[in-house]
Structure formats: structure tokens, C-alpha cells
């Protein structure tokens, strides 16, 4: 059993096209209707002449009367069906689809044949034959001209060609004479002719219309679709080129400009496959003419431009109705903004806020990094902490307290080499590491030695803080490192055991780690930890 969304969805497909078969009904309707009141002034006013000429001829014969009568009903049907053409002509298209108008037609052009099937009973005269030859051959030209220009819709034509011809046809039938019945047999296999030829430009013209129905409606599909895809390329978010298989650029829209920041004359035309042209690039747009896709993304330059953008494209194959590559597109976003929210949120994971100085994290993947390292680093790490930290900022205020750590961060940063990194890991807790070349120990020895009273020296001179000169000392512990022998936690940990001697020592120290001091502070730790108990 078929379920309900199967149900609503061919119900929604057959109601969809019967919904585009009766447009198509109706404008073909329409058109058919439009070359009938197309140019209409020409055979009616053709077949007023006729009415004029045939009148000519028969006013030897007829009543001036009946003759004066029956034409002025000539031009009186005439001129309505002119004036329902101009009214016809005046309205707008979408009003000229009705059917009314159809059958306003129809309705004249019966009237029309009705008079001139009058016609042939009032002006028959089978005693004149002169004028029988006349009104016959008059009769057989508005009904040849009639088709001609009626079969657009062929029930119209034969209502406008039986009401002359018939008329026409039974008269010579009653005469009975060998003559009139051979001009009858005649006229009946003129009236077959003429019912197979209305039917035959009635197809032709109905395969012409629908034609060109058909091929008016694709056009206006392909046009619907074209401006469809224009309005996105222009006001698309992302930026679009086309590139033919040369990899010459031939057309983008105003956001590639806008991103790349160039004239549209530096980009059409331009050969991304070029050697002067990024090789990123251009291995994208190969990649798209061989595999179909392509990719790039980085930071683009454009020859002789001053700097780069950073951006994202995708590049594909565009082929032709007949799968034959013509060339490709490709969509471009700019990472300009996403790369700098990426480097916000970056230096706000990694980074201290307040000193601008690596933080705990970031200290910590720099260490496993260089231990992960085949080259072995041979160098110093220090803890330190300020002094009266806490009375500072009781006294002048954290915001004193902050200028301080801003200052201690940048007097670091100036014994630091090319190298080496020191990073804020909470409150006045700093922590720096330098490596040193060479390989001999007490070459390494002499330069841990120095380095650390050069850092200690640039930390003891007195800070500004709060329009005072405040004298405030550092202590500090450090250790050798070899990374060769030991792994980073272990030597973070003598680092801050040293420093924690130093701090029980009093101010303004300095202690390096000895392996006595790692069971010192066990014991430490031991005695405390039990003391809790």
C-alpha cells in the first residue's frame, strides 16, 4: 500500500501538470486567436471589394434594391468585425487570452458567411449565365480566402465556408439540368478540397504555434534561469570566477574584486596556469580541468600587489550540454576575518591577558616540544616570584599590583634570546627557559651561572609604580636541564623546589636546585601532610 507522502507527492505532480498543460492549452489559444485578428482588415476589406465588384456585375439582372441591401449587410457585418479587431488590438496581452474573444470571432465570421451564403440565393440567376459564372467564381474566391485565413482554428472556417457554399451548391442540385448537376459534382469536390486543405493548415499552423509556444516558453526559462544565476553571482556572499581550459580568468563578480582588492581589469584575462602566477593555485585550477575539483587555501598575492589575502577556493570543472569541458568556476572565501578571530582566540588561549606573556599551557606544549625534540637542549629553567607581592597590592592597589607585573614581564623579555621563553603561570609566579649550545658541562655550567644573575639583577632595580620609586626583589630558583637526561615535569619540579628554598630563606634570593633538596621537600611535604591529619 502506498503510504501517504507517496500519495501527496503524485497527487502534487499531476496536479502540477495539469496546471502547466492548461497554460500551454491557453496560449496556444491564444496565439491562434492573435493571427486570427492579425492583419483581419486586409481579407475583409478584400472581400468588401468582391461584394462591390459582384454587385457591378449583377446590377444589369438583380433589384438594385435586394443588391443595395445585401451589400450595405455586407459592409455592416464588415465593420463590426473590423471594429471588434481594433478593440481586439487595444487590450492588453494577457486579456487578449480570453476566451471571449474566440468566440466573438467565430460569431462574425459565421455572420459574415451567413450574408454571403445569402448572397448566393439572392443574386442566383440561372437565366443569366454570365452572371451565374460571376457570382460562382466570386463565391469559390471568399471561401478559398476565407480558409487561407481562417484555419487557424478550423471549426471557424468551415462555419464561415458552409453557410456560401452550401446555399450555392443546393441551387444548382434543384436545377436538375446535366449542366448544374456537373457544376454541383464540381463544387461538391471543391468543398471536399477545401475541408481537407482547412484541415491540413489548421495542423501546420497549430505544429508552428506550438513550436513557437514551446520555444518561447524555453527561452523564458533559460532567460528566468540565467538572470537567476547572474543575480546570485553578483550579490553572492562568496566570491565566483569563471576560467576557461586555458586557466584564463573570464569572468568573476564584484565580491572577488572586493576581496582581493583589485580592478576587474587586472583579473579578466589574467592566467592563473602561468609561471609567474602562485603554483597553489595554479595546481588547483589543473587539478579541476584533469579530476574535475580543486583546492587552495592560504594566503594569496596577486603579482606586484603589496599583500597577500587570506582565503578559500574550490575549484570545479564547468562542461557543456555535450560533456565537453569548456572550462571551470570556482568559489572564493575570504579567511581574513575567520583568520583573525582564529588569532584572537589563539592569543587568548596561549597568551596572559594582562603581561602579554605565554601562559601556563602554552610554557607546557613548548616544553614537551622541545624534549620531543632530536636535537638535545642543554640549559637553564627558573621559577621566580615577587616579594611582598601581596603587600603591594594591599597597600597601593591592584592596580599598582598590575603595572608591577606589566614591568617584571617586559624587564624578562629583555634578557630573553632568540630562543628562550618565559611565560606568566599565575599571580607573581614566573617561569623562563633558556637553552645554550654547546655540549661541554662546565661551558653549560658558566653560562646557566651567568645568565641567572643577569636575570636576577634586571628584576632588583627599583619600579615605578604609582608616582613612587618601590623597591621590590624577586626569588628565584632554577635548575640545569638536559633533556637527554630527564624528562620536563622532572625538571619543572626542581625548579620550583629551588624556588620554594629560596622563598624560606628569606627575600631577595636565588638558590639553585641540588639533589639534596628534592628529600628535603619530600620530608617536608611528609611532615605537613600528616600534620593535616
Same mark, same amino acid.
Given at each position: 500500500m502506498p503510504n501517504a507522502a507517496s500519495i501527496a507527492t503524485a497527487s502534487g505532480l499531476r496536479s502540477g501538470f495539469r496546471r502547466d498543460h492548461y497554460v500551454t492549452l491557453k496560449r496556444l489559444r491564444g496565439e491562434k486567436v492573435r493571427l486570427l485578428y492579425d492583419k483581419l482588415w486586409q481579407p475583409v476589406l478584400a472581400s468588401v471589394l468582391a461584394a462591390f465588384l459582384l454587385v457591378a456585375a449583377m446590377w444589369p439582372v438583380i433589384s438594385p434594391a435586394v443588391l443595395l441591401g445585401w451589400l450595405a449587410a455586407v459592409v455592416l457585418v464588415s465593420s463590426v468585425r473590423l471594429g471588434l479587431a481594433y478593440r481586439y488590438h487595444r487590450l492588453p496581452s494577457m486579456q487578449q487570452q480570453r476566451y471571449r474573444w474566440l468566440?466573438? %470571432?467565430?460569431?462574425? #465570421?459565421? #455572420? !459574415?458567411?451567413?450574408?454571403?451564403? #445569402?448572397?448566393?440565393?439572392?443574386?442566383?440567376?440561372?437565366? @443569366? @449565365?454570365?452572371?451565374? !459564372?460571376?457570382?460562382? =467564381?466570386?463565391? /469559390?474566391?471568399?471561401? #478559398?480566402?476565407?480558409?487561407?485565413?481562417?484555419? /487557424?482554428?478550423?471549426?471557424? !472556417?468551415?462555419?464561415?465556408?458552409?453557410? =456560401?457554399?452550401?446555399?450555392?451548391?443546393?441551387? %444548382?442540385?434543384?436545377?436538375?439540368?446535366?449542366?448544374?448537376?456537373?457544376?454541383? !459534382?464540381?463544387?461538391?469536390l471543391f468543398l471536399g478540397l477545401i475541408f481537407v486543405a482547412s484541415r491540413r493548415f489548421s495542423r501546420i499552423i497549430h505544429d508552428n504555434i506550438a513550436l513557437r509556444v514551446s520555444m518561447a516558453a524555453r527561452e523564458a526559462l533559460l532567460l528566468e534561469s540565467e538572470n537567476r544565476y547572474r543575480s546570485i553571482f553578483n550579490h553572492s556572499p562568496l566570491g565566483v570566477l569563471h576560467f576557461d581550459c586555458e586557466g584564463q580568468i573570464t569572468d568573476c563578480n564584484d565580491k572577488v574584486l572586493s576581496i582581493l582588492g583589485v580592478e576587474r581589469g587586472q583579473m579578466i584575462g589574467y592566467a592563473m596556469l602561468a609561471p609567474s602566477a602562485n603554483q597553489e593555485v595554479a595546481q588547483g585550477v589543473r587539478d579541476a580541468l584533469t579530476r574535475g575539483t580543486g583546492y587552495y587555501e592560504g594566503t594569496y598575492v596577486l603579482p606586484k600587489a603589496e599583500q597577500g589575502t587570506p582565503l578559500r577556493a574550490i575549484f570545479n570543472a564547468v562542461h557543456s550540454a555535450g560533456n565537453e569541458k569548456v572550462g571551470g568556476v570556482a568559489i572564493i572565501e575570504d579567511f581574513t576575518e575567520r583568520k583573525r578571530y582564529e588569532a584572537i582566540i589563539y592569543r587568548q588561549a596561549y597568551y596572559d591577558a594582562l603581561t602579554d606573556l605565554p601562559n601556563r599551557r602554552l610554557f607546557i606544549e613548548r616544553l614537551e616540544t622541545l624534549w620531543r625534540s632530536p636535537m638535545p637542549c642543554q640549559g637553564i629553567l627558573m621559577f621566580l616570584d615577587l616579594d611582598r607581592f601581596k603587600l603591594i597590592n594591599d597597600t597601593l592597589g591592584h592596580a599598582a599590583g598590575d603595572d608591577l607585573l606589566v614591568q617584571v614581564a617586559r624587564r624578562l623579555e629583555s634578557c630573553l634570546g632568540e630562543e628562550d621563553i618565559v611565560a606568566r603561570l599565575s599571580g607573581d609566579e614566573f617561569v623562563l627557559l633558556a637553552c645554550f649550545e654547546g655540549t661541554k658541562r662546565r661551558d653549560v655550567e658558566v653560562r646557566v651561572t651567568a645568565y641567572a644573575e643577569r636575570v636576577k639583577q634586571a628584576l632588583s632595580a627599583p619600579y615605578r609604580l604609582e608616582s613612587r620609586w618601590v623597591d621590590v626583589t624577586p626569588s628565584i630558583g632554577y635548575t640545569c636541564i638536559n633533556s637527554d637526561a630527564s624528562d620536563h615535569e622532572e625538571a619543572l619540579k626542581q625548579a620550583d623546589i629551588a624556588m620554594y628554598r629560596a622563598k624560606t630563606a628569606g627575600r631577595d634570593r636565588m638558590c639553585r636546585y641540588q639533589a639534596e633538596m628534592g628529600d628535603d621537600f619530600q620530608r617536608i611535604a611528609e611532615r605537613s601532610t600528616a600534620a593535616h591529619r
Open positions: 468566440r466573438r %470571432f467565430s460569431l462574425g #465570421a459565421i #455572420a !459574415a458567411g451567413c450574408v454571403w451564403g #445569402a448572397g448566393s440565393v439572392l443574386l442566383f440567376t440561372p437565366e @443569366h @449565365h454570365g452572371q451565374l !459564372a460571376a457570382l460562382s =467564381i466570386v463565391m /469559390a474566391g471568399i471561401t #478559398a480566402g476565407g480558409v487561407t485565413t481562417l484555419s /487557424a482554428v478550423w471549426w471557424v !472556417a468551415l462555419g464561415f465556408v458552409l453557410p =456560401i457554399m452550401l446555399p450555392l451548391l443546393i441551387q %444548382f442540385l434543384l436545377l436538375g439540368t446535366p449542366l448544374a448537376l456537373l457544376i454541383g !459534382a464540381v463544387l461538391v
